[in-house]
């Protein structure tokens, strides 16, 4: 089984790895096609939504996860803010 993880740095450039090794952002999208089993017809074209890919993603997490994701999103909204 493979780890993939994607990251937003304090700088604003995304971080990718692959069982622990970094990678460009094209990479692991491919990775992420080629593990994902998909069912139903049309959630081929679903996945390919960069949103639904966060999603799945993001259903994904635990509560150490979750609790990160809702520490970004409020961080997030206040930098648009300005």
Known sequence: MSS???RLRASGRPAARVDGEIV???ELSEVE???ISI???HA???LM???EQRKC???ALDDKGLKLLASYKEAYQHYAAF
């Open 4 to 6: 993939l993880s994607r």
């Open 24 to 26: 460009k952002l094209s």
């Open 33 to 35: 096609l080629e593990l």
């Open 39 to 41: 069912y139903g017809q």
């Open 44 to 46: 081929a074209q679903t």
């Open 49 to 51: 939504s960069a949103s």
């Open 57 to 59: 993603l993001d259903n």
